[in-house]
């Protein structure tokens, strides 16, 4: 099973270049599973026993099964769709010294090293007009198309001592020799199927071509680009596809823009979530009280992988509280709640990874390092309930191709189900029942 669900992860990541092309699997997955599409801009009818999934932008995207109408709570569960990149600028072609080389800035906090000398590919979106309606269509020029060559230390005494690089200057990849120049936006246009005059704007991102792999001596590694955080958003597209809920509604959310602060239309620093759930809550004719007493009793999960203790450098980490890969679920804690977790969010998701039969393990980060933040304190801005930051471990994150334990995906997927299956209940102040 666990081999299954790994070769399934990967084709997922291999196929899910760019937010936009992750967005469009899940969609497609949900479909497949008799998951109807709502659109933001119409009214929404909802039916019990059906599930339904909104997009915004066509980068984040937010599912729930409407198990029941007169539910008691939501158990939610966030990760995100984007991974740090480099977004193509407009007007890319530079051509200079015999070369076609590609204007690109950074998107988000990479490591700049790994993206060097290996096969590069360009997708995205692209914006057309027919008629007077703007389209957007999805593109991926699906072949090796761009390299960014390293310096070779003969002529860069400096290239092994910790060189500094500048994302102008060091991170444009090839295109082609200069014959190409004026082919970029033209081969986007065949690629897009569209006609070259019709595109009126692009969203376009420079992918590492790198397949995702099962390794070690006893398989027990996965590594793939965009293991953050495809990995949770896919375990928990899985988990709401299996569970079965009762009073509660599962709902699956999946953010754009993590990577660079989440303050975007569609990031967890949006209305996206609220408005999806109080239309959940409108068109189940509950009134405004019903709705702050159901998120009383709701619940998040806020998945985006952490850090596995790394083989050479385990004097980064907190002397005890380092997780290993392979070893379960990751619960993150930040005594300056950088995390969201606290001593009641903990205790409800370990209970449930207990009974679920599957092990957790805990992160801090050493108390002189400032670490990361995450989905979970940005999204409680707007819909405020209790939460809980976990993940799974991972070892090279923000790399282009980064690594995580083979077993973990499974545990993410046995726990959340178990999660979306169950019903928490606020019944004081002191008080929480889960069923
Ligand atoms: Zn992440």
Redesign the pocket.
Same mark, same amino acid.
């Given at each position: 099973m666990t081999q299954t669900i790994n070769e399934q992860l990967v084709t997922f990541l291999n196929e899910s270049m760019t937010c936009f092309h992750a967005v469009h699997n899940m969609k497609q997955r949900l479909l497949k599973e008799n998951y109807i599409e709502l659109s933001e801009g119409t009214t929404w009818n909802l039916e019990e026993g059906k599930g339904y999934f909104v997009t915004r932008n066509n980068s984040s995207i937010i599912a729930w099964n409407m198990a029941c109408k007169n539910y008691t709570s939501f158990h939610l569960v966030s990760s995100?769709s984007d991974s740090p990149c480099f977004k193509v600028k407009d007007n890319p072609e530079i051509v200079k010294d015999g070369y076609v080389k590609l204007n690109t800035e950074r998107y988000g906090g990479m490591l700049m090293n790994p993206w060097f000398d290996r096969p590069l590919s360009v997708a995205g979106r692209v914006i057309v007009k027919e008629g007077n309606s703007f389209q957007t269509k999805l593109v991926n020029i699906d072949k090796d198309y761009l390299i960014t060559p390293s310096v070779a230390p003969h002529l860069n005494r400096n290239a092994n001592n910790g060189f500094v690089y500048n994302a102008q200057v060091d991170l444009l990849p090839i295109l082609g020799s200069e014959d190409c120049k004026g082919l970029f936006q033209k081969q986007i246009a065949e690629y897009a199927n569209v006609n070259e005059d019709s595109i009126l704007a692009s969203d376009l991102f420079v992918y590492p071509r790198d397949k995702g792999s099962i390794w070690g001596a006893n398989n027990e590694y996965i590594s793939s680009p965009r293991l +953050? +955080?495809l990995q949770c958003a896919f375990a928990s597209l899985n988990a709401l596809l299996q569970a079965t809920p009762t009073t509660s509604i599962p709902v699956f959310v999946c953010f754009d823009n &993590? &990577?660079v602060g989440s303050l975007t239309k569609q990031g967890a620093d949006s209305t996206f979530l609220k408005d999806t759930l109080l239309r959940i809550n409108n068109a189940c004719n509950k009134t405004q009280e019903d709705f702050h007493t159901t998120l009383a009793s709701s619940f998040m999960v806020s998945a +985006?992988?952490a850090h596995a203790i790394h083989p050479n450098h385990g004097e980064m980490h907190d002397p005890i509280n380092h997780p290993q890969m392979n070893k379960g679920i990751v619960i993150k804690h930040n005594a300056n709640q950088k995390y969201t977790t606290d001593a009641l969010s903990c205790a409800i998701f370990k209970d449930i990874c207990a009974k679920a039969n599957v092990p957790t393990q805990t992160f801090v980060n050493r108390s002189d390092a400032p670490g990361g933040s995450?989905l979970g304190n940005i999204s409680n801005a707007h819909v405020s309930l209790n939460c809980v930051d976990i993940?799974l471990a991972q070892l090279a994150?923000h790399s282009t191709y980064e690594t995580a334990g083979a077993k973990d995906t499974e545990y993410l997927i046995k726990a959340l189900t178990a999660y979306y299956s169950s019903s928490l209940k606020m019944q004081d102040a002191y008080t929480y029942n889960l069923d």
């Open positions: 995100h +953050d +955080d &993590e &990577e +985006d992988n995450t993940g994150m």
